[in-house]
């Protein structure tokens, strides 16, 4: 290595390494994939192989250009045999099937899950407001507590249920202005949110 006066070492080892007769000259700065987070070259295997492509050409279009421009796609199919190009597509197809089976599946999981909204009266005309189920919408409990706190300007926090799963207590019965919060800010289907009541009477545990 030749000693550099100049401090910055990144630009003069950008231009210490000439390019190369007939190589692939390749660019120094390192870009990751903001989607799958891999670097471009590698993206076409994995299972996001569109987003990807359609993020790198959105935030590196020279290099989304280099590596999927037809002249490139072609050089590089023309280096593998027939037997590898047919296995890489059969690969590449089958992780793009499972990868939409899994956004199906997650999308099929939204859909049958249900968040509750519990009124509670604690004493006489005393109420809290429980909110169960948020996580099936990857909603976080520690989160929406703060905003639903800062939302309806009250006391509000998670909580554990007799069942030892998380919920969220909100002071006061709020339970028609959450619903329409979580409607409109979170984007919850109203068919997937329930509106319960839970009396403070000892021994009603029928339906009312
Ligand atoms: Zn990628």
Known sequence: MEAESSASGAAGAAAASAPGEGSTVVPLEVVYCGVCSLPPEYCEFGATVKKCTDWLAGNHPSLHQKLYSSEALESKMGT??????????????????????RQEREAAKKKSSVIT????????????????GIEAFELVYKTVAKEFGKKFACGSSVTKSAAGTEEITVQGD????????????????????RQVEESKKKGGSGAG
């Open 174 to 193: 709020l339970s028609d202005e959450i619903l329409e919060e979580l409607v409109e800010k979170y984007g919850i289907e109203e068919d997937n949110i």
């Open 117 to 132: 909204i519990k009124r509670v009266e604690r004493t006489k005309r005393k109420y809290v407001t429980v909110v169960s």
């Open 80 to 101: 593998m045999t027939l037997e590898a190009q047919q296995k890489a597509e059969k690969d590449l197809a089958k992780k793009q099937q499972k990868e939409e089976l």
